[in-house]
């Protein structure tokens, strides 16, 4: 079978205790773009890393053969001496170290130990013009925008003669329009003969640049699918406003819009990727809900915020908007438009300086000058980044939930750790994180579990306005589903929800009004019967009319 | 979950935390065994206590700075300025006794102030700060006492650190209320631990078998009086480990179960999310680094009235064995995690190895090699508990 350049057969691989893959088989064609698909903790990651040596042979049953030949990786350097090359989610790059310094780290260009300078910059300029990167070579990493620090790890792997490429979760932290860029640099890498093994939570994404997608659940394969051959099954599928725009609303050019197939044909494959996934029909990613809206809850008016380093810079201008009880509205806009610095900067001046503008809460003005603050006025912020700004992963469950309001629990200043221990318990059954105790540490849960650990925080500070800021990044499709359950519940109980998101199709699913966020400017806002994908993402690029005016 | 757990469960837990108890027994019971027993005579007994006694004040104010993500080498100056002030005021300007503690403990403050100030609000790295601070302190120190010994204390400052409460019942050749103490602390812990107990249940939490709750309770009780009977057998009951007891109590309460403590442990768990969950983290740091000024003029006042003297030199190198007593006791590298009664043991088991290894006389260089290798090994097995915990996931 010549034609495959890699066969994983039967993969087995046991840690103590638990089986993470069991007879998995991958087979992945010449030059195709070839997806994994799965929950997090299906074993995507451990078979990558059984592929890259990271597991060394040995320490797992079956076999690898790559381009025909019978391989056994006992480190990452064989597996890249072959030309396997994996780019992780989280880049492995040093910020103060220059572009061309980390596109050869590990593999300077040198000469008995010293480094060529003139032979590196050259050959990186050459690297970074295949990858569309237009820096220079002597810039530091760090001066990069993410999209760019991408570009820089694939340019990387270029360097090493690369055969075949592992993308893992490549556009979760980039913007659409970086995201757009570095898929058709995959499609360019494919016409060059570069195989690319892709994994990724976007089945959108997948839809439009796999050729092949294998569906991985509980460390066993499920079935691998040809993108584009027929969907084969559940050829009755609802339309529903996620995946199917407005056929009469005009066309614009740059919203990344799926090819390859008709959007009924790539609709149907994500949904049998989906089922493949969770093991279960997902005739809706969205649970039903009746809006009762009432009063409004929370209003900014005119509200300013500047950089805090560089002050010249304007990063939200003359935001007005409200959010009502019982109401989800969404705030789109692209990244680096302003949607958390809006948000952090209305917790508790959390961001930016010279913030002006006004807060009403049930049509009261408020002052909020610290995040204490924001509480007391029943404000609650869930991060964007729930291990950087919001979890202790070193305590257990029960102290990341009392954190916020940590006084409900202590009267007078001293910690009833009985009742604490209760309060977390409630919560961990109401919104069903799942671990043995809430003595457990954070830091072993999954992703979705530690982001009910999040919301529970805030659930318990009884806020009247909950700001949710990508809510479901990063987390698996079956967790997905079940934060957006919690969203209704909460709506529902008359909290009013203001969630940002760069996932269009979940502001479309679940929000009741969508405000677009463009510069820092609210440039439109929709309710949830005359939002589309297309006319969102119109609103979320546009140009503001006055040019620059402080 | 209500519900029993046994040993193995109540050991494995918290490697990590009941480990070092476990390491405190192996190094009393070989260092006993290494002296033929004289570890454990009265005499040295109130010995060890006498001589650590400030170390082990400093580690409690250490392991704080440390769970909140600082560090703070600047505490060996500070008892050495502190006890100078003391000397100042009580021997050079002749005032009473207790005018040189308020005078100490006010320093310490002021000291305290003075980094916080710049950790806190001004947000330089604590390492910079108390580094400078160490220098600053000891050249104050020796400005103050014009780089000369004062000396010696009035007889009631000396106490603070020599003085016994003894005598006071009386006793046939041993002292009756030194035993009272140990009886009243082995019946308040096991009034507070049946209380802790029932309130579990209550709450409807795991317990452990009650049977294995009345071991735990009766083997503390006999550490407890065993050790009060070899203190009655010597000079009776050390002030200063009242003092050090009372101490340990408070900042334990205050660690574990106030909004203040558990402020601590979430900044140097993740200072990020702790302000974003309305901490108050400049007040939380400012206050943190005033109290470690305040331990530190505590472990002053000790320390000048145990050597009955300010010295331009005291309390040199006592940060690194605060340092040392915090990390051994199982406080992270990185913050976040850390007890007062983990640093305490961390601190005993430095006391009862340089203790044991004097009676032995061993010479002090070898003695530091030990102490720094059983450093190095406490952390790495920090390093590896938690390495444990990751791939268990």
């Given amino acids: ?385 729930r291990k950087r700004y919001g979890l202790n992963l070193i305590q257990d469950i029960r102290h990341n939930i009392t954190a916020a309001a940590l006084n409900k629990v202590a009267p007078r200043g001293f910690i009833n750790t009985h009742e604490e221990i209760t309060v977390a318990e409630r919560y961990r059954e109401s919104l069903n994180i799942k671990a043995p105790t809430v003595m457990s540490l954070v830091g072993q849960l999954s992703g979705g579990n530690q982001q009910k650990v999040v919301l529970s925080r805030w659930l318990y500070t009884e806020p009247e306005l909950l700001i949710l800021d990508e809510p479901t990044r990063g987390i698996d499709v079956g967790a997905k589903y079940e934060i957006y359950s919690i969203i209704n519940q909460l709506a529902a109980s008359g909290k009013a929800i203001l969630m940002i998101s760069s996932e269009l199709p979940e502001v479309l699913g679940i929000c009741d009004r969508v405000y677009t966020l463009a510069e820092g400017r609210i440039t439109g806002e929709l309710s949830a019967a005359e939002a589309d994908q297309e006319r969102l993402m119109e609103l979320m690029t546009a140009e503001p009319e006055t040019a620059e005016g402080n | 979950m209500a519900g029993t757990s046994n040993i193995a469960e109540l050991f494995t837990r918290n490697l990590r935390q009941s480990g070092i108890y476990i390491a405190f027994v192996f190094i009393v019971l070989l260092f006993t065994a290494l002296t033929g027993g004289t570890l454990l005579s009265p005499g040295n007994l109130t010995n060890l206590v006498l001589q650590y006694s400030y170390i082990l004040i400093l580690a409690i104010g250490m392991v704080m700075i440390i769970v909140a993500g600082h560090i703070d080498l600047s505490v060996g100056s500070v008892v050495a300025l502190t006890g100078a002030v003391a000397a100042v005021v009580v021997i050079r300007e002749g005032l009473p006794w207790w005018v ?142 009242i003092l050090l007891a009372a101490l340990v109590l408070i900042y334990g309460f205050v660690t574990q179960r106030t909004v203040f403590g558990r402020h601590i442990y979430a900044m140097g768990g993740n200072l990020q999310a702790a302000k974003l969950s309305g901490v108050k983290t400049t007040r939380v740091n400012f206050l943190l680094f005033v109290n470690m000024g305040v331990l530190a003029a505590v472990a002053g006042i000790v320390y000048s009235a145990r050597s009955n003297s300010a010295q331009p030199g005291a309390g040199y190198m006592f940060e690194l064995d605060a340092i040392a007593a915090a990390f051994i006791g199982g406080a992270a590298v990185t913050g976040g995690v850390g007890k007062v009664q983990g640093a305490i043991i961390g601190g005993l088991i430095m006391a009862v190895m340089s203790n044991g290894m004097q009676i032995m006389g061993i010479d002090q260089s070898t003695q530091n090699v030990v102490r720094g290798v059983v450093l190095v090994l406490a952390v790495a097995f920090d390093v590896w508990s938690k390495k444990r915990v990751a791939t268990e996931k």
């Fill in chain 1, 1 to 385: 079978m010549s034609d495959h350049i890699l066969e994983m057969r039967s993969i087995t691989k046991r840690f103590p205790g638990v089986v993470a893959l069991s007879e998995v088989t991958l087979s992945v064609r010449r030059g195709e773009i070839h997806a994994i698909c799965g929950e997090n903790g299906a074993g995507k990651s451990t078979l990558m890393k059984v592929l890259s040596g990271v597991h060394p042979s040995g320490s797992y049953e079956g076999e690898i053969h790559f381009d025909g030949d019978h391989v056994s990786f006992s480190s990452i350097n064989e597996s890249e001496a072959k030309g396997i090359v994996i780019i992780h989610q989280e880049l492995a790059l040093v910020p103060h170290l220059s572009v061309a310094e980390n596109i050869f780290l590990g593999n300077e260009q040198s000469v008995a130990g010293v480094i060529n300078w003139h032979e590196s910059n050259a050959r990186a300029a050459q690297l970074m013009r295949r990858v569309g990167l237009a820096e220079n070579p002597i810039t530091p990493v760090g001066h990069l925008g993410v999209g760019k620090q991408q570009l820089v790890e694939i340019a990387k792997a270029l360097s090493k003669n690369v055969r075949l490429l592992i993308l893992d979760e490549p556009t979760a932290a980039l913007n659409d329009d970086d995201s757009e860029h570095l898929l058709s640099l995959i499609r360019e890498l494919r016409e060059e003969g570069v195989t690319c093994i892709i994994i990724s939570h976007k089945l959108g994404e997948i839809a439009s640049i796999a050729d092949s997608t294998t569906v991985i659940r509980d460390g066993a394969t499920i079935e691998t699918i040809d993108m584009h051959a027929d969907a084969g099954t559940s050829p009755a599928v609802s339309p529903d406003a996620a995946t199917h725009p407005d056929a009469d609303r005009p066309h614009i050019g740059e919203a990344p819009v799926v090819v390859g197939g008709s959007q009924q044909h790539s609709a149907a494959l994500t949904r049998r990727i989906i089922r493949g996934m969770v093991g279960r029909d997902m005739a809706n990613m969205y649970p039903e809900r009746e809006a009762e809206i009432g009063e409004e809850v929370f209003r900014i008016q005119d509200w300013q915020v500047r950089h805090p380093t560089q002050p010249d810079r304007m990063v939200v201008r003359d935001a007005s908007l409200n959010v009502r009880a019982g109401e989800v509205v969404g705030i789109a806009g692209l990244m680096g438009a302003g949607r958390t610095e809006l948000a952090m900067s209305v917790f508790g001046r959390s961001y930016g300086r010279d913030i002006r503008g006004t807060v009403h809460m049930h049509g009261r003005p408020v002052k909020i000058r610290s995040v204490a603050e924001a509480i007391r006025h029943g404000i609650a912020y869930v991060s964007e980044d």
């Fill in chain 2, 100 to 241: 040189g503690i308020i005078a100490a403990l006010a320093t310490g403050a002021l000291v305290g102030i003075w980094q916080g100030f710049w950790v806190a609000i001004v947000g330089i790295p604590a390492f910079i700060v108390t580094l400078a601070g160490m220098l600053i302190f000891r050249g104050l120190t020796m400005q103050t006492l014009d780089n000369v010994s004062l000396s010696p204390f009035p007889s009631e400052y000396q106490q603070i650190a020599g003085g016994f409460l003894n005598g006071l019942l009386g006793g046939p050749g041993y002292d009756v209320f030194t035993l009272l103490i140990g009886v009243l602390a082995v019946l308040g812990f096991a009034v507070q631990q049946w209380r802790v107990r029932m309130r579990k249940l209550e709450y409807s939490q795991s317990v452990e078998s009650l049977w294995l709750f009345a071991v735990k309770v009766l083997l503390v009780a006999a550490v407890i009086l065993a050790f009060a009977w070899r203190l009655a057998n010597a000079r009776g009951m050390p002030i200063v480990l």
